[in-house]
């Protein structure tokens, strides 16, 4: 009775030993999940390139706007001094629209307001 104690003692380790190192070959064979950022050399080089693109469009606006700007101030001095001017005491003084100047119209120079 010994023996048949033993063989099942010992079959019953056997399957224990067995279903363990099955599940440690289970456990062992596991997927690896790679988590990639996006971040690569070329996508690095066209957001350079975009940040580029967006430097030199924003330089552009800037020198379009300080051109308009220029052109808006150079109009509203002008029509300032067509309106002085037109009230000016002085009856030879005339506005000459070529030129934006308020000129005598004697001697054809300009007239300091």
């Known amino acids: 009775m010994n023996t048949i104690l033993s ?5 019953a380790a056997m399957l224990t030993l067995g ?3 099955m599940s440690t070959a289970a456990n062992a064979d596991t997927s690896k999940l790679i988590i990639e950022s ?3 050399a070329q996508s690095r080089q066209q957001a350079a ?3 580029e693109q967006w430097n030199d469009t924003r330089s552009l606006r800037h020198k379009v706007n300080t051109r308009v700007e220029k052109e808006f101030d150079k109009t509203d001095v002008a029509f300032d001094a067509r309106d002085n001017c037109q009230k000016s005491a002085n009856v030879n003084a005339y ?3 070529n030129t934006l ?3 005598d119209r004697r001697t054809g120079r ?3 307001q």
């Open 110 to 112: 300009p007239i300091g």
């Open 49 to 51: 390139m975009d940040k």
């Open 101 to 103: 100047r308020c000129l």
């Open 19 to 21: 279903a363990g190192m």
């Open 38 to 40: 996006g971040d690569s």
């Open 7 to 11: 063989k099942r003692l010992c079959l």
């Open 95 to 97: 506005w000459e629209e």
